[in-house]
């Protein structure tokens, strides 16, 4: 059996910041370290950063006083960073610098007068930060069904910014409906949305054509893991996703002489290899990459880890 491994996959620059943070955190200051949901979409990743003496919790009451304190990289709202203020939390801000600058930009349209409108999915902890953190109200869309269901004047001047974990592709019909419905509207630059969500997209798409099924490892919570799925199957390919080599099913393999595997943003490679190993397991397997877009970027650490 043939597998192709999709290029890039995996690991985004953001991630690799938000797992390093917590790591440098535990070996600067022992543990615990505490930090406020999960740290990234990934089971395998929360539970090595346990064995390391993490501690993760949903609310910040559940932090002992003083304790060093880590917000994951989805963001959180204004009101979790005042109230780790208010208890004197010494915090480390593991949250993505794409998801500071889509905050940054909401902040901007609304010092502007502009009705703030947000792409992303309802529930998602990125999504709650973003809203969160504009200071005013913020319209959330997921759909252009929402779009139309809008109450809100044509004329009134409106301005739209994105969930990261959404790609060009995923946005496209909802800014189109919203930049038909509204006569002022403005929108971040198309080379604002996160470049990881969109190489990974746009490798499924090529991986696609060479294969008859594709494996996306990934967590079930994980927003991008599963539009990976979602796009293989929209495109043709019998996809599915799984959290490591223990979930594969043989048989989604019975016809199959190629298969494709990739990994959502928040996926480690060891999980890939796991699941490589798996296959090996049913038979015999040649393992090549597809050509696809090199990632270079890295994001710099705080600088309260980067000093003594």
Same mark, same amino acid.
């Given at each position: ?7 890039? +996959? ?8 938000a797992i390093e943070i917590v ?12 930090? +406020? ?10 539970? *090595? ?38 208890r004197d939390l010494p915090v ?15 902040? +901007? ?7 703030? =409108? ?27 069904? %929402? ?37 002022? =509207? ?18 499924? +798409? ?18 991008? *893991? ?12 019998? *996809?599915?996703?799984?959290a490591d080599g223990s979930e ?6 019975? %016809? ?16 890939? %290899? ?11 397997? *040649? ?22």
């Open positions: 059996m043939e597998v192709f491994l999709a290029q890039p +996959r995996g690991f985004c620059a953001g991630v690799v910041r790591e440098r955190a535990l070996a600067k200051y022992g543990p615990p370290v505490y930090v +406020r949901h999960e740290i990234v979409h990934n089971k395998y990743v929360v539970e *090595s950063l346990k064995k390391k003496g993490a501690i993760f919790v949903e609310d910040l009451s559940e932090v002992p006083a003083r304790a060093v304190t880590v917000f994951s990289a989805h963001g959180v709202a204004r009101s979790v960073e005042e109230e780790a203020e208010a480390l801000n593991a949250t993505c610098p794409l998801v500071t600058k889509v905050h940054n930009q909401g902040k +901007r349209y609304i010092s502007k007068g502009r009705a703030l =409108i947000l792409i992303g999915h309802a529930g998602h902890p990125e999504v709650e930060g973003t809203m969160g953190q504009v200071p005013g109200p913020v319209f959330l869309v997921q759909s252009v069904q %929402d779009v139309a269901e809008l109450r809100l004047p044509t004329n009134t001047p409106v301005a739209y910014i994105t969930q990261t974990t959404l790609s060009v592709d995923d946005t496209r019909d909802i800014i189109a409906s919203l930049q038909a419905k509204f006569t002022d =509207i403005q929108g971040p630059d198309i080379r604002d949305i996160c470049y990881a969500t969109q190489n990974r997209q746009s490798a499924v +798409r090529d991986l696609s054509k060479l294969v008859d099924v594709i494996l996306v490892v990934g967590a079930a919570n994980s927003s991008n *893991s599963n539009r990976l799925r979602e796009i293989g199957t929209e495109v043709g390919v019998a *996809s599915y996703l799984i594969l099913n043989p048989d989604w393999l019975k %016809d199959a002489k190629a298969v494709g595997i990739t990994a959502g943003a928040s996926a480690p490679e060891v999980l890939v %290899d796991d699941v490589i190993e798996a296959l090996r397991r049913i038979g015999p397997v *040649s393992v090549s990459v597809v050509p696809g877009r090199e990632e270079n970027i890295e994001f710099r650490l705080p600088a309260e880890l980067t000093t003594g």
